[in-house]
């Protein structure tokens, strides 16, 4: 564990919209509040929490410490993955604090949301004035007034109908669902293990349909003009809530993807986590789910989305809580860059192959090049070039396979949380190494015009090889693959 002084000025994110602008949900935020609080209070963080909060509120089996305090680790659940037929047991996970490294029970929680729910007061103990109770339930930031945003460290929410205060949140073995609602003086609670991460949303949802249950249901009348307006709309949103200026950046065209499509009659076919959603515009800009019962989002209901426009001047779909999604540019579509990555891959590698096998055959038939010996022995220097480069793509094709195989307990790949094997160095120095070679490579293919190397068939190959390098270099290029 990282000491929280020395995290934050270690791992500090670089700013990437103008600040107040652009919600994406951080750890790294909740991170620095903590920290605030070590430098206001002149006591380290989980020791704060444990004088302020834990024991005014008796909550007497929570902590922050890691690992557990030898009173506290005998009533740690212990995580578990149905791997193959049979349970595995996980390790205990260690998080910089205090984003998602808290230990805790179902009981103590009961009392943290009780004392909320009484603003800051519980069995004659006080953590809040009133005042600053009811500050933190008011909302701090949303994009639009017709969506739920955030309030001071909860989520806003409006679930059947009712105004809700939550936050969800998991680690690699454990996933938590908190959900308050004041007006009805009522909450749940539920952490578990091993389980679909969704399933505490399955369960808050459940909960609200039978015992606060929405018996409002009207489909709203679709604005004037709605069919031209969402054709604009369609295409492919990357979560604002993403790596931009480091090697992670190249997650975004595998996850955290929304895709927006128009029918026939304007409406929006909304894809998100797995479902597709239908929405009708009730005003220009803003869409309505028809979807009656639960959507699957970790921020909020997936009710209302509404389109606007980012600072990078790119259409931003936003959403009920603290996640929105920037529309991506045609270059930056994800199939488009898949398709072209396998591509690029395959001939590059297959390239050098056909000429091993093209040169094998060559050799046993005895055939000769009627090429000038200085022009064949630089044709042979650029062929090996080539070969070079090719058997560089086919080590990093493997490389990355072997890193980003998952851990079947923890569903990441291990270099994810912190076991990086010394060899990994290797999947950084390749692309740089690639890099410099596939420069050669679009020099070499330039003079194999200029100089006549191989006949015309040939040089066509050789630049398509060019190209193919060219696009791998794009690729690492502007996905920070190359960021080290």
Same mark, same amino acid.
């Given at each position: 564990l990282v000491p929280l002084d020395l995290y934050v000025r270690k791992h500090l994110p670089a700013r990437v919209f103008p600040a107040g602008e652009v919600s994406a949900y951080s750890n790294y935020g909740t991170i620095l509040a903590g920290y605030i609080v070590e430098l206001v209070s002149g006591m380290p963080f989980a020791q704060y929490i444990e004088k302020n909060i834990y024991k005014p509120l008796g909550m007497e089996h929570s902590t922050f410490r890691q690992p557990l305090p030898g009173d506290l680790a005998g009533y740690?659940?212990?995580?578990?993955?149905?791997?193959?037929?049979?349970?595995?047991?996980?390790?205990?996970?260690?998080?910089?604090?205090?984003a998602g490294s808290m230990s805790s029970t179902a009981s103590d929680m009961a009392r943290f949301m009780l004392s909320h729910l009484q603003e800051g007061q519980l069995e004659g103990a006080s953590i809040l004035?009133?005042?600053?109770?009811?500050?933190?339930?008011?909302q701090l930031f949303t994009h639009h007034p017709r969506l739920d945003g955030m309030a001071h460290g909860f989520i806003e929410g409006t679930f059947n109908g009712r105004r809700t205060l939550f936050h969800p949140g998991g680690t690699m073995l454990f996933d938590t669902g908190f959900y308050l609602l004041p007006e009805e003086q009522a909450g749940i609670f539920i952490s578990f293990s091993g389980g679909n991460p969704l399933l505490y949303i399955e369960v808050f949802h459940s909960f609200m349909d039978r015992y606060f249950p929405d018996s409002i249901v009207t489909e709203p009348t679709p604005a004037a003009g709605m069919a031209e307006r969402s054709r604009e709309f369609a295409g492919e949103y990357h979560a604002n809530r993403r790596a931009f200026t480091t090697s992670d950046k190249f997650?975004?065209?595998?996850?955290?993807?929304?895709?927006?499509?128009?029918?026939? #009659?304007?409406?929006?076919? $909304?894809? !998100?986590?797995?479902?597709?959603? @239908?929405?009708? #515009?009730?005003?220009?800009? $803003?869409? !309505?789910?028809?979807?009656?019962? @639960?959507?699957?989002?970790?921020?909020?209901?997936?009710?209302?989305?509404?389109?606007g426009t980012d600072p990078m001047g790119k259409t931003m779909l936003m959403t009920d809580g603290p996640m929105s999604y920037s529309k991506a540019a045609w270059y930056e579509a994800s199939i488009l860059n898949i398709l072209m990555l396998i591509l690029a891959v395959l001939f590059v590698i297959g390239s050098p192959l056909y000429w091993v096998i093209k040169a094998a055959m060559q050799k046993i038939r005895h055939k000769k090049r009627e090429q000038p010996l200085v022009v064949s022995k630089v044709a042979k220097v650029a062929k090996g070039v080539a070969?070079?480069?090719?058997?560089?793509?086919?080590a990093f094709v493997l490389e990355t396979i072997v890193a980003s195989e998952p851990d079947p307990v923890y569903g990441l790949p291990a270099m994810a949380y912190g076991e990086t094997p010394a060899w990994i160095a290797l999947l950084n120095l390749v692309p740089l190494v690639m890099a410099i070679v596939g420069m050669a490579v679009v020099i070499f293919a330039v003079f194999a015009w200029v100089k006549g190397y191989w006949r015309t068939p040939g040089r066509i190959h050789y630049t398509l090889f060019a190209i193919a390098t060219m696009v791998l270099l794009w690729f690492f290029s502007f996905w920070n693959v190359l960021v080290v």
């Open positions: 740690m659940a212990k995580a578990y993955r149905y791997v193959d037929g049979e349970f595995r047991e996980g390790k205990f996970e260690f998080f910089t604090e205090p004035q009133a005042e600053t109770a009811g500050k933190m339930f008011s997650l975004s065209l595998i996850m955290g993807q929304i895709h927006v499509d128009a029918d026939e #009659e304007g409406y929006l076919l $909304v894809t !998100h986590l797995g479902e597709t959603n @239908r929405f009708v #515009e009730i005003e220009p800009g $803003v869409y !309505h789910n028809l979807r009656v019962g @639960r959507t699957q989002d970790f921020g909020g209901d997936f009710r209302t989305i509404v389109f070969i070079a480069y090719g058997l560089l793509t086919l």
